[in-house]
């Protein structure tokens, strides 16, 4: 190989250059980390700058640290761009990269390929020896790279305003949503825990009370306190239970028994409340509490009192602790007794601060209290009437009877009593639930010889007879097999109506039946208010029962006259007499007079039921025969009811004698009674006694019984006493 020439370096613009050193001089590009200091921001270098182009002073560079790096960077790039790969013999020489100095613009683009034209390689410095290149060919051309800007740093004041809009922006994002919460979501955010803070407590309406004709009252509610205990928190149930029984009076034993630790029906969960007593006086709960004994508390309750005790307890009944009626009265009339509870709703804080929160809500329905009853019953004659029934009653053994008061002209019950009969105020200490029974409704009986009253107004009311009827009485009369007879044989006289009346002669009254017939019969025992429940205004209230025409055997055309094969009740019996005295016209019996409203407002009870049985001629015949009853002593004999006279008044009555029957089957003993009514020439009061016994004693206890109740009760309301001499005089057996 021929020897190269050498020829002085050319510098970056094509200039030759000689060396100082005589090493040849490097590419640019090429010679080093020197070289990429010598080019320019643009990509040019010093010397391709001319004189003209000088470096910027330190001083008055650009502010921006990050140049240098970007400078040594891209110069370094643009070295390793500018070495030519060796070409291989015999192929042209291939077009050099590009070498790209970019200083943040566009820079001078140099290839390998046009250097290499002008300056062969140096052996010593560049390696083994290249062949020249033949014919130049153009450098392929490759898309300049888009040079990489360096960050920007943001301007402080620009940071200040953006951060102070984000942080205005924040704000104001809240602040609508606080106004949001506050306006639309409020109701529904405050509801959501509302029912931890909601606290009830329940606004107790007292019950209505009970009160006679005057007003006085029978059974009336007072306020009390109840005592409960948490068996969870009480330390020692003995102990406590020792101190709580005297103050309570119920036995230790019992109260220690009610403290015992216990779980909830159907779950594990400890039963936290138990009653220990109700009804207790407010001063007895203040002594109670005042023991501070722990897991002991009280509350408020309701206590029923019964001024009288057994005072028309029948006829009133009794409640259960929790002021619900369950007997009498009091069962009745629950519905209108009854208070409608209010109730208070309020927002309280928790634990400690379980107190009422000033302005949270609150809702408070008012309770309304009870209406009360203001009854017909005369609290006075009731009680005389209970004591007089009760001492005629005392000497009896198993005895029952019943005493019912009428006021004529209005139906009004002025007294109602029952023996046996019990405490109203403490209704679990009798003998037998029977002892609660109001006897004068419930008490079913065949009511004997009280019933020819019937068969007889309707006789006259029917033209079968007249007040001076007479006819031959036997002493016996045979009727379906069965015969009958009486206890004042008239041994075939004759015998007048009012002798028939005052002898109870139950052959007489069969032969006036016969007249009357059966269906007539029956038709004035509805007619009189039997066979059916009077409505007074007691619960359970037995209608009685009458034998239809189409089951009639042949012994009933004798017993049904007569008061038997009948089913009646002592108060059915009174109404029926009731009509007699009242000139003929039938008055439902009752005993609500009215009702107070909790305001005072009175209204009167609903009329009671009147129709028509006898025309007042034969009403009034109907007494005056009756009169006999009381008043026919004589050497025919004497009247069955010369003991149920009062002194001083006339008495219009009849004696009875009949059978009880329960559950269909005959009970020993009989049903003595009395029915009268005084004064007889113009009736003021009926009064009906009823008693039986096993032994047979009734009849000896209801006309006394009825004279000292008629007495007084005429006494009492200051009734004149009638004229002696105008009572009527009896011929039993006319000549």
Request: hydrophobic share 35%.
């Amino acid at each position: 190989m021929p020897p190269r020439s050498e020829e002085p370096r050319r510098d970056a613009t094509g200039s030759r250059r000689g060396s100082s050193r005589g090493a040849e001089p490097r590419e640019p590009g090429v010679g080093g980390i020197s070289d990429a200091r010598a080019y320019t921001p643009r990509g040019r270098t010093i010397r391709e700058g001319g004189a003209e182009q000088r470096r910027t002073p330190r001083s008055s560079r650009s502010g921006d640290p990050f140049r240098p790096a970007l400078q040594v960077l891209d110069g370094g790039r643009a070295g390793r761009a500018g070495r030519r790969e060796p070409t291989p013999a015999g192929e042209p020489a291939r077009a050099g990269r590009r070498t790209t100095a970019s200083g943040g613009r566009a820079g001078v683009v140099r290839t390998v390929a046009d250097r290499s034209a002008r300056e062969p390689f140096d052996d010593e410095d560049e390696g083994p020896p290249r062949r020249r290149p033949g014919p130049r060919r153009p450098a392929a051309r490759r898309p300049v790279r888009k040079p990489r800007r360096p960050p920007r740093l943001g301007d402080a004041g620009r940071r200040l305003r953006l951060g102070t809009v984000l942080a205005l922006t924040l704000f104001a994002s809240i602040g609508v949503r606080l106004v949001y919460l506050q306006t639309v979501d409020s109701p529904a955010y405050a509801d959501g825990g509302l029912s931890n803070r909601i606290a009830k407590v329940e606004l107790p309406a007292p019950r209505g009370a009970i009160l006679d004709r005057a007003g006085e009252p029978l059974a009336h509610s007072v306020e009390a306190r109840y005592v409960f205990a948490d068996p969870t928190r009480v330390k020692d149930r003995f102990a406590t239970a020792r101190l709580l029984s005297p103050l309570l009076g119920v036995p230790a034993s019992d109260l220690a028994d009610k403290m015992k630790p216990s779980k909830l029906p159907g779950t594990n969960t400890p039963s936290q409340f138990v009653y220990l007593a109700r009804g207790v006086e407010i001063g007895r709960a203040k002594e109670i509490m005042a023991l501070d004994l722990a897991g002991i508390n009280v509350h408020r309750d309701e206590r029923r009192e019964v001024p009288g005790d057994d005072l028309a307890a029948n006829l009133i009944g009794f409640v259960s602790q929790d002021m619900n009626g369950l007997e009498g009265l009091e069962a009745k009339y629950d519905d209108v007794l009854r208070g409608q509870a209010g109730q208070r709703i309020y927002e309280t804080g928790l634990g400690d601060l379980a107190a009422p929160i000033p302005g949270g809500y609150s809702s408070t329905t008012q309770p309304k209290p009870g209406s009360s009853l203001r009854l017909t019953i005369n609290r006075d004659l009731q009680f005389m009437t209970q004591r007089i029934l009760s001492k005629y009653l005392a000497d009896v053994e198993g005895g029952v009877g019943a005493a019912v008061i009428i006021d004529v002209p209005t139906g009004e019950v002025l007294a109602q009593a029952s023996q046996p009969t019990y405490n109203a105020a403490d209704p679990t200490k009798v003998d037998s639930p029977a002892d609660r029974d109001d006897i004068a409704t419930t008490f079913v009986v065949d009511p004997g010889s009280i019933h020819k009253a019937i068969t007889y107004g309707a006789a006259l009311q029917e033209k079968v007879i007249t007040p001076d009827t007479t006819f031959p009485v036997a002493n016996t009369v045979v009727r379906g097999g069965v015969p009958f007879s009486d206890t004042h044989p008239a041994n075939g006289r004759t015998m007048s109506i009012p002798g028939m009346l005052a002898f109870s002669s139950n052959v007489g009254t069969i032969a006036i039946g016969d007249k009357l017939g059966k269906e007539r019969l029956i038709d004035y025992q509805k007619r009189f208010g039997l066979g059916q429940a009077t409505g007074e205004g007691l619960p359970g209230e037995a209608p009685g029962r009458l034998l239809p025409a189409d089951q009639w055997s042949g012994s009933a055309y004798g017993s049904v006259p007569i008061g038997h094969s009948v089913d009646a009740t002592p108060l059915q019996m009174a109404a029926a007499y009731a009509a007699i005295a009242n000139n003929g016209t039938y008055v439902q019996p009752h005993l609500i007079k009215e009702t107070i409203g909790p305001d005072g407002t009175r209204t009167p009870a609903a009329a009671p039921v009147t129709r028509s049985v006898l025309s007042p001629d034969n009403a009034a015949a109907l007494r005056r025969m009756l009169e006999a009853v009381t008043t026919v002593d004589g050497p025919a004999g004497r009247a069955t009811g010369l003991a149920a006279a009062v002194p001083g008044y006339r008495v219009a009555g009849k004696t009875g004698t009949g059978l009880r029957y329960d559950n269909g089957k005959r009970q020993p003993g009989d049903v003595g009674s009395f029915i009268g009514m005084a004064p007889a020439e113009n009736p003021r009061y009926v009064v009906a006694v009823f008693a039986w016994s096993p032994g047979g004693e009734g009849s000896s206890v209801a006309a006394p019984a009825f004279r000292e109740m008629m007495g007084y009760t005429l006494r009492q309301n200051r009734v004149p006493p009638s004229l002696t001499d105008k009572s009527p005089k009896f011929e039993v057996f006319p000549r």
